[in-house]
């Protein structure tokens, strides 16, 4: 089993930045895939950036190109989410997810590992 644990969410006013990250544990060799997913109340969840351990390839929404940057630390399978230049609309729960080695990126709502959410908000 994989565990996937969230940190660095809060509060920022539009202009900021932060830093999520998720860190994995458990049969965390078994991760290929991992990448990072928002949810506004009422709206669908909406994926976000996503990162192939193998390749370092990386995918984004068209929503944070330019401001968010996922990156790697492949040994401790920790993924980073710099999220830099943060809007309202960016408020949202953030979730990291992953996969095993079937997995490609983007990541879809079927990942096989979800951690438990870290709340993001942007204040105008």
């Known amino acids: 089993q994989v565990q996937l644990v969230e940190s660095g969410g809060g509060s920022v006013q539009a202009g900021g930045s932060l830093r999520l990250s998720c860190a994995a544990s458990?049969?965390?060799?078994?991760?290929?895939?991992m990448g990072w997913f928002r949810r506004v109340p009422g709206k669908e969840r909406e994926g976000v950036a996503f990162?192939?351990?193998?390749?370092?390839?990386?995918n984004y929404a068209d929503s944070v190109e330019g401001r968010f940057t996922i990156s790697l630390d492949n040994a401790d399978k920790i993924v980073y989410l710099e999220m830099n230049t943060l809007k309202p609309e960016d408020t949202a729960m953030y979730y990291c997810?992953?996969?095993?080695?079937?997995?490609?990126?983007?990541?879809?709502?079927?990942?096989?590992?979800w951690g438990q959410g870290t709340q993001v908000t942007v204040s105008s």
């Open positions: 997810a992953a996969d095993g080695p079937r997995c490609r990126t983007p990541l879809g709502v079927n990942a096989g590992y």
């Open positions: 458990g049969y965390s060799y078994n991760i290929y895939c």
């Open positions: 990162i192939d351990t193998r390749t370092s390839r990386t």
